[in-house]
Nanobody, 123 residues
């Protein structure tokens, strides 16, 4: 069983920065990884994804502000979030995929999920 545990969420004012992390219970070198978020009353949305070779995809609303990265030696996925906006508020989830049909921003193509960490951005 693969376990993913997010950390690093918190409260920050608009314009601030946070880095959320996701530690995985097993080697991640064979998994594509991703970050998703869900705001209250809204559907989960894909934020960013990264391939096993480090190629990244970011959704339009965060491109240029957020950066996904991975450290396979530490079994950890990161999301650096800069210039945060109130609309970035939500629960942030990390996920891992071994699917051949992996789509970085499509949650349906991921196999394992963490429980999430809350990020709150105040105006």
């Amino acid at each position: 069983q693969v376990h993913l545990v997010e950390s690093g969420g918190g409260s920050v004012q608009a314009g601030g920065s946070l880095r959320v992390s996701c530690e995985v219970s097993t080697s991640i070198s064979g998994y594509h990884m991703g970050w998703f978020r869900q705001a209250p009353g809204q559907e989960r949305e894909g934020v960013a994804g990264i391939t096993v070779t480090g190629r990244t995809t970011h959704t339009d609303s965060v491109r240029g502000r957020f950066t996904i990265s991975r450290d396979d030696a530490k079994r950890t996925l990161y999301l650096q979030m800069n210039s945060l906006k109130p609309e970035d508020t939500g629960v942030y989830y990390c996920a891992a995929s071994y699917s051949s049909r992996w789509d970085p921003l499509n949650g349906g193509t991921y196999n394992y999920w963490g429980r999430g960490t809350q990020v709150t951005v105040s105006a």
